[in-house]
T-cell receptor, first 113, second 111 residues
């Protein structure tokens, strides 16, 4: 248990569906991240929130929409996804200004059919 | 930009030592980390080393840092089947709040 909780753990959705991934941390961290991990590809940073402000968007398609309502919660809203978006989506958090290591959630395994 | 390189696969026999290597390019890296990812799970922080250190030992794990060559290694002594996983090297620092990860090394431990 790392202190970062992601729900759901598994999600199957059709290409016309709308769904959301949730991430929650109770570590008092001020930065949160979304990563995408696909088979045989490097870990891809998608979004970074620092003090609830989005500071990075690594050319992610608009069908992925992040939301950070407070420093403990991070969402990834999904709509009209493609089969190639199937992957493990990982959330992480860290404390900027301190040692800074990132703590990861268990991930959401997303399958787009 | 910053880059972190790792070999993709390592196969060892149970009981032997494993050495996973990593090179990085950002000379201003402050912290260097090793993460472990078991199948279907997230990344778990294993150990870390500050850039002003050259070695850190933690039970079966030994981290070596060669700052001149920007080379980091993780040695696992007496490797067990439960050590089979993907190991990620990551660097952090130089004013960035975003860690840079390597592609991960798949460690396979066979009897």
């Amino acid at each position: 248990e790392t202190g970062v909780t992601q729900t759901p753990r598994h999600l199957v959705m059709g290409m016309t569906n709308k769904k959301s991934l949730k991430c929650e941390q109770h570590l008092g961290h001020n930065a949160m991240y979304w990563y995408k991990q696909s088979a045989k590809k490097p870990l891809e940073l998608m979004f970074v929130y620092n003090f609830k402000e989005q500071t990075e968007n690594n050319s992610v398609p608009s069908r992925f929409s992040p939301e950070c309502p407070n420093s403990s919660h991070l969402f990834l809203h999904l709509h009209t996804l493609q089969p190639e978006d199937s992957a493990l989506y990982l959330c992480a958090s860290s404390q900027q200004g301190a040692q800074g290591e990132a703590f990861f959630g268990q991930g959401t395994r997303l399958t787009v059919v | 930009g910053e880059d972190v390189e790792q070999s993709l696969f390592l196969s060892v026999r149970e009981g032997d030592s494993s050495v996973i290597n990593c090179t990085y390019t950002d000379s201003s890296s402050t912290y260097l980390y090793w993460y472990k990812q078991e199948p279907g799970a997230g990344l778990q922080l294993l150990t870390y080393i500050f850039s002003n250190m050259d070695m850190k030992q933690d039970q079966r794990l030994t981290v070596l840092l060669n700052k001149k060559d920007k080379h980091l290694s993780l040695r696992i002594a007496d490797t067990q089947t439960g050590d089979s996983a993907i190991y990620f090297c990551a660097e952090w620092g130089g004013g960035s709040y975003i860690p840079t990860f390597g592609r991960g090394t798949s460690l396979i431990v066979h009897p």
